[in-house]
């Protein structure tokens, strides 16, 4: 069986390839969910890798869940509702569990339909950027279920609370440029220009010092539960080790000697 996920490297930035293009890469199976863990746990070790995009092999970013093992009732969707419930914890919901601790910034590359929990997986991420082929449909009503996976604490954080809960409560589909207008993706670009630009934003981004980046992704992910004194507080504290990093020297020195820095991630 082919690996879930493929993984590359652009010298410092990760490529990630949905592979299940068979199955418009649906998000099923244990092989995929570990594949998740796995790779949030070598991203977080890796402290060369500055930044990551994700995308899907085939035609489809990511078509949700299996809806043959639905309608066969296999799979996660066997067995009683206590079953199907502990399914899902020990199941699709470690995606979202697993990437909501990846320390590294994460783009998606939305290069086709992104339906239902493929929906929800870019949503996961810190940022997109679609192809005009993209559509997107938090769908999950239209198979007679909810969001499983966090979807609805997932999709007001990006587009707010009452497009979200247009999109869930219709489960209707909506092409790129709808998704932009809304701000589910940050901008539309033609097929052949998707990767290219998802991995020129990476590398803008991997152009900055590696812990700073891991340390403003995590303080972006705490603002959205935490109080704006917990905020000031955890800016306070990563702030002064911010101040005692090489790269901070480096920075400083770069920006009076008029010259481009050159970051390597190490303690002062």
């Keep these: 069986m082919t690996a879930p996920l493929l993984i590359t ?82 199941g699709i919901q470690r995606i979202p569990r ?13 290069n086709g339909p992104a339906i239902g929990a493929g929906n929800d997986l870019a949503c996961m991420c810190d940022l997109r950027i679609a192809s005009s082929t993209a559509r997107f449909a938090e769908s999950f009503v239209k198979v007679g279920i909810i969001p499983g996976d966090g979807g609805c604490w997932l999709l007001p954080r990006v587009v707010g609370h009452a497009k979200a809960a247009e ?6 589909t909506i092409d790129a440029e709808e998704a932009l207008r809304i ?19 990476a590398g803008r981004i991997a152009a900055n010092p590696p812990q700073v980046l891991r340390w403003t992704k995590q303080l972006l992910q705490q603002a959205r539960t935490g109080t704006l004194d917990e905020a000031l507080d955890a800016a306070g504290r990563l702030q002064g080790l ?20 050159v970051f390597s991630g190490g303690a002062a």
């Design 9 to 90: 490297r652009r010298q410092h930035i990760a490529l990630i390839t949905l592979n299940r293009p068979d199955t418009r890469n649906a998000l099923s199976g244990e092989a995929m969910f570990s594949a998740f863990e796995s790779l949030v746990d070598e991203l977080n070790a890796d402290l060369s890798v500055r930044a990551a995009v994700l995308t899907g092999a085939g035609t489809a970013f990511c078509s949700g869940g299996n809806v043959a093992e639905m309608r066969d009732r296999t799979g996660m969707f066997a067995g009683s509702p206590e079953e199907i419930t502990e399914r899902y914890r020990q």
């Design 242 to 261: 911010a101040h005692h990093t090489a790269d901070h020297a480096e920075a400083v020195a770069a920006f009076f000697e008029k010259r481009a820095p």
């Design 98 to 110: 697993a990437l909501a601790r990846l320390q590294v910034p994460l783009i998606a590359a939305v």
């Design 167 to 172: 999109l869930a409560l219709t489960g209707d």
């Design 183 to 201: 701000g589910l993706v940050s901008r539309v670009v033609s097929p052949d220009e998707l990767l290219p630009e998802a991995l020129k934003l």
